[in-house]
DNA sequence: TAGATGCAGTTAAACGTTTAAACAAATTGT
DNA sequence: ACAATTTGTTTAAACGTTTAACTGCATCTA
């Protein structure tokens, strides 16, 4: 039952514990028959060094917190799936391990953080959905424990992020509408406070006018991220005068999106062709829409990836070349957008 | 930078380590006012018992393992969200934390058990998609290694698991079906070596004979969970000679129950109304299909809290009181069965 | 009054590693 | 040939807790 401990390899292979310590770490140099010994004898117990003890002894955990809000019942988190996957997957080729712990209510969220750096639970954090003023980020900054953010924050506060660029992801879905050759372009943008919002919103506006194409106030509509919000503000679109009612609309998400489309098909408009709609997030169930989802895919994996080794070489003290990563998406044409 | 230790309140309030532990843990008579000191001590430094020296004496990480295979682009989990959050929720409960490692590969995975077994990372895993015959079951059962499993396995082998009852779902449904008048009725079924597509094939079966309906075997469709798949079977079901065309559909996930609706709906078929299709899981965005699409939905939270304290008891060395676990999923009405 | 009992605290070992320092033996340099 | 260096190994401390065993001391009991 019990795992054997290095004593016990020491006493097998006749030598000392620092010895097997040697052997097994590969941290100096150890006599050729000595260290044949030492193996075999590890070899026959089954031997593996317990981590708890190494970490003790390290002063780390080789564990890094992850924390995500419950999605509300009547939305979805179109990426959890694969962000998960890809910080788990980029954090074990470093040998570390993703805690994921959720919090109901970000001052719950906040006393876990305080929590788990005091009692040394993990090495670092990652953040996600991070936005202005960010009460996480602040609280991580101020107890200056290494953590990164899958998202942007106040300009004046130093850590390191990777970000999708929401800008360029809605320049991108303008500039597509456009060559289809819709002119009245909508955009279902979120409330003011949030930042990636502003980027995106940003996006919208800063490529309407390259195109030299007009934009009417109505054409910009605030909402949150919610399916039923969106579906309203849609229908609303849809009343407007002939001459003023959008031929298009970007969402600032695949949720909002889908909300979209059924306006427009409970308003008997067909999509992708009356009503051009775009989305944003690429979530798994896009493709399978009618008509299929025109979106913008984020490069999760890549996005994992950065995070988790900036976040490592953080947690090892060393310092981090370029902390701000901006990683444009990718747009993915499909006939909601009148292509094909 | 350096947290306080426990020698630091212990100076701080001029007592042993020892008096400060059992002050903190409450384990152990102490004067009243030594113990009004320590508290005070260890307030002022700010001091919180490092977790890992405190598992390293237990020898417990409390940390429970939870490991998927990642969900392949072309599908969707419609239930890891949720799962995870009421996993994570309920370990939280017991001062355990989740750690999730994805594997590629079954080989890997059973490699990375082996692995985190060994070395004492973890005291316990969560599986989940148990199936027939299933090598992480039969793994840690030969280890006697702490696991509970989402999903049965072999009858023979003898481990604690939670499961959604998908016989009485997929009845349920045909239950409702034949109520709303449909009687030619389809089962889009999983490949026969999956235990889970066996029980809800089941299911269909007895529903089917309980209302006194014959079974045309064209009905039983067998594909893998792939909604391309799904859409093309339901084609070739459509095009069966008017008397032996289903109305009615059941589909084993909601991902192929979306194909079935795209396949009526490619056919100019009226799903809801000629064509009824129930989904299995509530994924998010089943609300949200057009038409709503009928489904059965787990009891995620449930599933996960009952896991967890089942996981936990054998973590612990007690025993669990009953093992197996079934439970009823709920039939979600909505437009795609032809109600309202 | 001597012994038993209770109470409140301390000492020290233990959990399983890693690693700096010490040590002995072999090798090198002059 | 003797000191200096290198090589291979061991000893012991350290990481930060918990807890069994022990020590005084006061109180009770017969």
Not at 160 to 184: F, P
Not at 213 to 230: F, K, Q, S, Y
Not at 291 to 302: D, G, N
Not at 327 to 339: M, T
Request: aromatic residues 8%; charged residues 25%.
């Amino acid at each position: 039952m019990a795992s054997p401990t290095i004593r016990d390899v020491a006493r097998e292979a006749g030598v000392s514990t620092a010895t097997v310590s040697y052997v097994l770490n590969n941290s100096r140099r150890v006599g050729e028959e000595t260290r044949r010994k030492v193996i075999e004898a590890a070899m026959r117990l089954g031997y593996r060094a317990n981590i708890t003890a190494r970490n003790l002894q390290a002063s780390e955990t080789r564990l890094l917190g992850y924390s995500w809000r419950p999605t509300p019942p009547d939305q979805f988190n179109p990426i959890l799936d694969q962000f998960l996957n890809a910080i788990a997957q980029a954090a074990a080729h470093h040998e570390y391990h993703i805690l994921t712990f959720p919090a109901e209510t970000i001052e719950e969220e906040l006393a876990i953080y305080q929590d788990m750096v005091l009692t040394g639970q993990v090495d670092g954090f990652i953040l996600s959905n991070t936005n202005l003023n960010d009460e996480r980020v602040r609280t991580l900054l101020k107890m200056e424990f290494p953590f990164v953010a899958f998202g942007r924050s106040n300009p004046e506060w130093d850590f390191a992020w990777v970000d999708v660029d929401g800008k360029e992801g809605t320049a991108m879905a303008v500039r597509h509408l456009v060559q289809q050759g819709y002119r009245r372009i909508a955009h279902l943008a979120w409330p003011e406070d949030s930042l990636t919002g502003q980027y995106r919103l940003g996006g919208y506006q800063a490529a309407m006018e390259e195109a030299g194409l007009g934009v009417d106030p109505a054409w910009i509509v605030r909402t949150e991220n919610r399916h039923d919000d969106a579906y309203r503000r849609t229908r609303g679109l849809l009343e407007l005068p002939r001459q003023r009612r959008p031929d298009a609309v970007v969402a600032s998400s695949d949720l909002m999106a889908i909300g979209a489309i059924n306006a427009a098909l409970d308003a008997g408009i067909e999509v992708g062709k009356e009503l051009a709609v775009v989305g944003f997030d690429d979530a798994p169930v896009a493709r399978y829409l009618r008509p299929p989802l025109t979106t913008l895919r984020q490069p999760i994996t890549e996005i994992g990836e950065r995070l988790i080794t900036m976040l490592v070489a953080l947690c090892q003290g060393r310092r981090v070349d370029d902390p701000h990563v901006l990683l444009p998406p990718q747009l993915v044409v499909r006939a909601s957008s009148g292509a094909g």
